[in-house]
């Protein structure tokens, strides 16, 4: 499983370029409509496999596949699962590393005034927070019904924190679907389009997370079968191809070229897919050899182990950076902003997030520990005197 880490760092990474280019309104996709003429480096960065290396919202799905495997893993996985402690212990792995990423951007946007020079409805006029006030600290904080507005890759941790809350329903619906796992599969494909298709973010988001909860269940099957495919002589042109395969359906809509804004049907369609490339990734993260061997070495090790944190901190980085070299070319800002935030990241791995894992542990330890002494002995008495109650009507019975 340490594989999946590296996937998640490598999909970070993708984020952080994504939101990097952001930064120039005429990159295709960005807020404001940006437009590359054929065959420019925008172009081909975008409309061309290598849109890979900047497919930031579909790395989000990927992370979306992560979680709903690595949650639901040791709820299918263990009897007797600590809900209680559960509950109280995600919250806090979730929100502590959050509201310090919130306050970070706060002082990011404090520190220099951020009057967008790029027309209205760009990315980054967007993204700035020209009249910052407290406020805005408070909105980001709140994930479910709040604003992003200083710290906008906060938008998908709303669905992680949904999908949290969730759980027992998403656990419950992939064991049912175990044995018909491909319908599962189909069904969440068909949200996902169908969100897509509607402008409803909650059906085109959430099934991703049960595409990975269904591998959780499966996770067995999916192990066996690698090994089997592992001991033949076709291995690794089979595994090439599903890597591959996922790898470009993950970014099929971008494939299709800058027409397919005018084709909302196929847009929907192949969107709608997009977590079942993710969850093919994932499979061959898992199953095939070389493949694991590189996203477990040391460098995509790393970038897992900060993967998490850098997600939270690197958006108000580059805007800072890009009003602290407001004249400069339009990369510069860049140059600066990348590693930066990367080593911003690292601190923020070690100083919260780290502590975060100790403190969530804490907290459901304590909540289960509570629960147990509020109405563990009231069961135990209950059930005592069931048992004496049963042990009369033996008696009576025998006499």
Known sequence: ?????????????????????????????????????????????????????????????VFFVLSG??????????RGFDWVAYFPRRVVRLMVPVTASVLLAAAWVAAIPQVSTQPSGTWLSNSSTPN???????????????DGQINNPLWSLRWELAFSLLLPVFAIAALA??????????????????????????????????????????????????????RRWFRHPLWALL??????LLIAPWLVGPSVGQLPELDAVLKGLVPLAAAGLVVAALGWTPLRVVFESRPFQFLGAISFSLYLVHVPIII????????????????????????????????????????????????????????????DASERSGARAEARESASADR
């Open 1 to 61: 499983m340490t594989a999946l880490d590296g996937l998640r760092g490598l999909a970070a990474v993708v984020v952080l370029l994504h939101h990097s280019l952001y930064t120039n309104p005429d990159f295709p996709g960005a807020p404001g409509g940006g437009h590359a003429p054929v065959g420019s480096p925008m172009w081909w960065i975008s409309y061309t496999p290598l849109k890979l290396a900047t497919a930031g919202v579909e790395s989000v799905i």
């Open 69 to 78: 495997l690595v949650v639901t893993l040791p709820v299918v996985r263990r």
């Open 132 to 146: 910052f006030s407290w406020e805005y600290i408070v909105k980001a904080v709140d994930l479910l019904g709040g």
């Open 177 to 230: 679907v175990r044995k018909w796992w491909i319908g599962g599969l189909a069904v969440s494909c068909a949200l996902t389009w169908l969100g897509a298709r509607a402008g409803s973010a909650e059906l085109e988001y959430l099934p991703a997370f049960f595409v990975g909860a269904v591998i959780a269940v499966r996770l067995d099957v999916v192990r066996n079968a690698a090994a089997r495919i592992n």
């Open 243 to 248: 890597t591959v395969g996922s790898a470009l």
């Open 320 to 379: 800072f950076s890009t009003y602290l070299f407001a004249d400069q070319a339009w990369y510069v800002p860049l140059l600066f902003a990348i590693p930066v935030a990367v080593l911003v990241a690292v601190a923020f791995t070690w100083l919260i997030e780290k502590r975060s894992h100790g403190w969530s542990k804490a907290a459901g330890a304590w909540a289960s520990a509570r629960y147990q002494a509020w109405f563990g002995p009231e069961e």
